[in-house]
């Protein structure tokens, strides 16, 4: 069964740094560009960073440029989100999403999703 799972969520303090994972099952990882999406409660899915399927290219949402950095290991199957200098404006459901072949930062057009992982800054 095709699935993706996100782990690292967590409750830290502003200032403060995060890594979240995501590992894949989702056919062959080294052909899905991946991304990271977060909602925050009342909010819409917001896109937050993207990385391409080589991972040579990577996008970020304007709000995380400079604090966040997306990576991806295809000999592990795992996408990274790195995040630093965490504000509580961060605090959402982070969710790990794969799309084949081409990026995209529009939630419609990722087929798969995993469960989400929790993250909450506190001022």
């Known amino acids: 069964q095709a699935q993706l799972v996100e782990s690292g969520g967590g409750l830290v303090q502003a200032g403060d740094s995060l890594r979240l994972s995501c590992i894949s099952s989702?056919?062959?990882?080294?052909?899905?560009?991946m991304a990271w999406f977060r909602q925050a409660p009342g909010n819409e899915r917001e896109h937050v960073a993207s990385?391409?399927?080589?991972?040579?290219?990577?996008y970020y949402a304007d709000s995380v440029k400079g604090r966040f950095t997306i990576s991806r290991d295809n000999t592990k199957n795992m996408v990274y989100l790195q995040m630093n200098s965490l504000q509580p404006e961060d605090t959402a459901v982070y969710y790990c999403a794969a799309r084949p072949v081409a990026g995209s930062k529009d939630e419609s057009q990722y087929k798969y999703w995993g469960q989400g992982t929790q993250v909450t800054v506190s001022s």
């Open positions: 990385i391409s399927v080589s991972g040579a290219n990577t």
């Open positions: 989702v056919g062959t990882f080294s052909n899905y560009a």
